[in-house]
């Protein structure tokens, strides 16, 4: 169950694996995510889906290695399979024909942007996306993107390939060259989502992000992902992921993620050790 | 030839169950009951009368025939016991740990009345932990019906309807939307008070008759009630529970070091936190870790945040003693490891520290007013009597409500306000044709007993449904007047 059917890299800190989960894929829509174990004794760490095909029933996920979860599913190779795989969570991206939209995608946020363009694209939608990185060997599926967009800008931190810029610079140049941005969705690391939703509110224009809070079970029953949202407290789970980026308590969510940092370090650090010891160093 | 008898038995006092010293298992996750020994048992097993009209037996919402099974122990029949036993009882060895036997079977049993009554529990756990060290065998099956249920959630009641149904010979799948099966047995109580190698066990025996077990299926988002029917299912019961966690809504909630009872209680005990590192899920326990609440939620969390390492571990209980929900044993077992009791209080408000930790909490005190719907005295609060409490993890242990997930594209199910589904309570059916619940999902959190026993009766009436016995679908209230 749940094999890892395919593994690619990309660039250098990110990777992409297939895993085979018929039952997820049936119903995956753009938006939602999967909460997966990596070993029976491993946490459950949610991911966005960054791609699904129902009839080969296989989903997509695409990851950054920030800690000792990822560390190890990127440790992992085809044909070995998680210890567990649930989905798909979340409430799907709401896509109807809305007219212009722009869809930003910053690191790893990337992925999960792409079924979201793609399927407002589908729904008729003039799609110009953004895509940026800190650096060039963090950035990838530029022409997977370019292909469902009207138009694809690319930037990176550093200059290192196509423009050097942030992503909120060319969000903010379309916001005041065209008046016709129905909305705009951003994703990304969560100081990259303040500031896309900063850049569009003097505008005016509805911003979604998808939040990434910290998740036990990812099903409404721990409130370990709650947020402010609008002053509410809701669970991100199963009330988002997606809300409106206007609303957010940034500085709340970005406290919220650091609850275990310390923790969170010394399995790292443990799991980096042992990994040079299995391997000889 | 009866009163011949009765002295001899009234010298014996009720047998105390050997535990782990407080000092040491306070800092242990081990059980804390030991269990009876063989002469312990025999010695409480004595004590039963085998009265003609058993009182204890009303008192069991399961109905387990009490003086048959403790007679075969009185005989030193131990097999005989639990044959007995395990004809009204499919999960003893959880109902022996975790009953509040205070307020059931052991309320009304007659010793009682002028003295302490059996020790049912401790009883009904010996045979069972003797039956399990035996190795469980298939009991009798029905042959194969060739009718295939779904089963939603793997806590007591979806445990209990799905070992009966096989056992009518359906073919029985279960749906669980967490990693691992139990429900509350595996990620809410903790292993200190049921070791999870014994709801293992009894999981293993609902597999062995048969039912299969999907894991990392969430009902409401993987597939759907109106997909299980699609797939061929004839009837659904649904056992999802009331796992909804409840917050005060009181300004600074939402700080680090706040938790909710289920979230702390499942990185305990499902994510196995004590065990990190080894274990990659962290739990956080600060040093002055105040649990909001009086149920047994609240008395397991804070004996795991002692556990866990906390200096101090205070409970913070809006009414008195006499009120608090839990289990009698386990607010003493909390007492003697240390656990501070602060009753009649509040909170009011949560303060947090410039990095968004919590650096204390304000709590008002409550004084008991006129007995609310509940039957219990409603706590008002005492005006200007306001204090700090300098603590720096906050728990709630609020009580909790059915999580809507499972009524996502359910059609046709009436809820109430409260959240939890309209059921028949005696044959636990819904107001859609079919489906079936029972549990907390139907009276919202209650015990493990009480769920077990909604699973059996559905199991029964959904039996007399595939039979044909059931040709017209009265809804739950119309069949409630009838
Ligand atoms: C709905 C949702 C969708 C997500 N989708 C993706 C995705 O498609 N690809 C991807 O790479 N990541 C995604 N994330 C983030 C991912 O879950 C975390 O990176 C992962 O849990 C980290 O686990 P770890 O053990 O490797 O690192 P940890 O040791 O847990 O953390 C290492 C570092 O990452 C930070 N961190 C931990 N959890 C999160 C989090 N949830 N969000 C942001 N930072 C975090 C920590 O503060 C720490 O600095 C998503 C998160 C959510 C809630
Ligand atoms: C910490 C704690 C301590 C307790 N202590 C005691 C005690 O000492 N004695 C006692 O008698 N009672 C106790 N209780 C109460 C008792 O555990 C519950 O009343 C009992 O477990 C309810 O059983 P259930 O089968 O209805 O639901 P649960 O045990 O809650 O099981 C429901 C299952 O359904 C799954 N599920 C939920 N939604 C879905 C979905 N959409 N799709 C698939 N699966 C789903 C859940 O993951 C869970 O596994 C305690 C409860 C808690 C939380
Ligand atoms: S199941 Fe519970 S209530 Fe019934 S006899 Fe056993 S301990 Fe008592
Ligand atoms: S009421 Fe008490 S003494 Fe009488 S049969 Fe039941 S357990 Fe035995
Ligand atoms: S992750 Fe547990 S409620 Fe959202």
């Known amino acids: 169950m749940y094999e890892i059917l395919a593994k690619e890299e990309l660039g250098t800190v990110n990777k992409l694996m297939v895993i085979d989960a018929p039952l997820v894929a049936r119903k995956a829509q753009a938006g939602q995510f999967v909460i997966l174990r990596v070993v029976e004794e491993g946490e459950r760490i949610p991911l966005t889906i960054a791609d699904f095909d129902r009839e080969k029933g296989t989903i997509t996920i695409v990851f950054q290695e920030v800690g000792k979860s990822t560390m190890h599913l990127g440790l992992l190779q085809v044909g070995d399979e998680l210890a567990s795989f649930t989905g798909p969570l979340g409430r799907p991206t709401e896509i109807e024909n809305y007219g212009t939209v722009v869809c930003v995608g910053g690191g790893v946020g990337i992925a999960p942007i792409y079924p979201i363009a793609r399927a407002l694209k589908e729904a008729g939608n003039e799609v110009i996306s953004i895509i940026g990185a800190r650096t060039k060997d963090l950035l990838f599926w530029e022409d997977k993107v370019r292909a469902v967009s009207d138009e694809l800008i690319v930037c990176t931190d550093d200059g290192s390939y196509a423009r050097k810029a942030l992503v909120t610079e060319p969000l903010k140049e379309l916001c005041e060259a065209r008046k016709d941005i129905a909305c705009v969705w951003g994703i990304g690391p969560a100081i990259m989502m303040k500031f896309t939703s900063l850049t569009t509110k003097p505008f005016g224009v509805k911003t979604i992000v998808s939040l990434n809070s910290i998740m036990v079970d990812g099903t409404g029953m721990c409130g370990a992902c709650r947020v402010e949202v609008g002053g509410k407290t809701r669970f991100v789970c199963v009330d988002g992921p997606e809300f409106d980026g206007h609303e957010v308590d940034w500085d709340l969510l970005m406290a919220r993620q650091r609850i275990y940092l310390t923790e969170e370090k010394r399995a790292f650090d443990e799991f980096k050790l042992k990994c040079e010891c299995d391997s000889g160093l | 030839m009866a009163e011949a008898k009765k002295p001899k038995r009234e010298k014996i006092p009720r047998q105390e169950m050997p535990r782990q010293a407080p000092e040491v298992r306070r800092r242990n996750f081990n059980e804390v009951a030991l269990g009876y020994t063989p002469e312990l048992m025999a010695l409480e097993a004595k004590r039963c009368l085998q009265c003609k009209k058993p009182k204890c037996i009303e008192g069991c919402p399961v109905r387990v025939d009490i003086p048959a099974f403790i007679l075969k122990l009185q005989e030193g029949d131990l097999a005989g016991a639990a044959v007995a036993l395990y004809a009204d009882n499919n999960l003893p060895a959880i109902c022996g740990r975790v009953c509040p036997q205070e307020t059931q079977c052991e309320a009304v049993c007659v010793l009682g009345k002028k003295g302490e009554p059996v020790a049912i529990g401790r009883l009904e756990r010996y045979v069972a932990d003797w039956r399990i060290s035996q190795g469980t065998e298939v009991p009798e099956m029905a042959p194969p019906s060739g009718k295939r249920v779904a089963v939603v959630g793997s806590g007591p009641a979806g445990l209990t309807c799905a070992a009966d149904l096989a056992r009518y010979g359906h073919q029985v799948t279960i749906f669980e939307a967490l990693h691992a099966p139990g429900g509350v047995l595996i990620y809410g109580i903790p292993e200190f008070r049921l070791p999870k190698a014994i709801v293992h066990t009894e999981v293993e025996y609902v597999k062995s008759l048969g039912v299969e077990l999907i894991l990392n299926c969430v009902i409401g988002k993987t597939l759907t009630i109106d997909d299980l029917f699609d797939d061929g299912y004839e009837a659904v019961f649904l056992g999802t529970g009331a796992g909804l966690p409840m917050f005060m809504n009181i300004p600074g909630e939402n700080y680090n070091g706040v938790y909710s009872a289920n979230e702390f209680l499942t990185r305990v005990n499902l994510m196995k936190g004590y065990l990190f590192p080894e274990w990659d899920t962290p739990v956080r326990i600060g040093r002055r870790v105040a649990v909001v609440g009086g149920g047994n939620v609240a008395m397991d969390a804070a004996?795991?945040?002692?556990?866990?390492?906390?200096?101090?571990?205070?409970?913070?209980?809006?009414?008195?003693?006499?009120?608090?929900?839990?289990?009698?044993?386990?607010?003493?077992?909390?007492?003697?490891?240390?656990?501070?009791?602060?009753?009649?209080?509040?909170?009011?408000?949560?303060?947090?520290?410039?990095?968004?930790?919590?650096?204390?909490?304000?709590?008002?005190?409550?004084?008991?007013?006129?007995?609310?719907?509940?039957?219990?005295?409603?706590?008002?609060?005492?005006?200007?009597?306001?204090?700090?409490?300098?603590?720096?993890?906050?728990?709630?242990?609020?009580?909790?409500?059915?999580?809507?997930?499972?009524?996502?594209?359910?059609?046709?199910?009436?809820?109430?306000?409260?959240?939890?589904?309209?059921?028949?309570?005696?044959?636990?059916?819904?107001?859609?044709?079919?489906?079936?619940?029972?549990?907390?999902i139907v009276t919202g959190a209650a015990t493990v007993i009480s769920a077990m026993g909604a699973g059996k009766r559905a199991a029964a009436d959904i039996d007399r449904y595939l039979r044909g016995e059931i040709t017209t679908w009265m809804p739950a209230e119309e069949a409630q007047k009838a």
Request: net charge negative.
């Open chain 2, 303 to 440: 004996r795991c945040s002692m556990r866990l390492g906390a200096d101090e571990v205070i409970i913070v209980y809006r009414r008195s003693r006499v009120e608090m929900p839990a289990r009698a044993e386990e607010v003493e077992n909390a007492e003697e490891e240390g656990v501070v009791f602060n009753l009649l209080t509040n909170p009011v408000e949560i303060y947090g520290d410039d990095n968004g930790w919590v650096r204390g909490m304000k709590c008002i005190r409550m004084e008991l007013g006129e007995p609310d719907a509940s039957g219990r005295r409603r706590p008002i609060p005492i005006e200007g009597s306001e204090f700090d409490m300098d603590v720096d993890t906050v728990i709630m242990a609020l009580g909790t409500r059915p999580n809507p997930m499972v009524f996502t594209d359910a059609g046709g199910l009436e809820r109430t306000r409260w959240g939890t589904v309209v059921a028949d309570e005696t044959t636990g059916r819904t107001t859609r044709e079919r489906v079936w619940a029972g549990g907390d």
